[in-house]
């Protein structure tokens, strides 16, 4: 990663970025975009494994009590 690649960038910049004219290694909006669609991705996918754990454990419980 370039070293300024981090800081903060003006919308004239990261339009010249995104249009492929800036040097190597900065960030277009689009691969600024990814990894946060990426970790909520993971988040949502975090939480239904939370639920559907819980899920299994209440109906093994459940299915225990009746028999």
Known sequence: MAPGS??????????TTDRGEDP???????GREEPARLRRKA???EQTIE???KEAAFFA???TRQT
């Open 61 to 63: 419980n459940h299915k």
């Open 51 to 53: 639920v559907q754990g």
């Open 24 to 30: 190597a290694g900065a960030l277009t909006t689009a």
């Open 43 to 45: 988040h949502e996918q």
């Open 6 to 15: 981090m800081q903060r960038r003006g919308p004239a910049e990261q339009a």
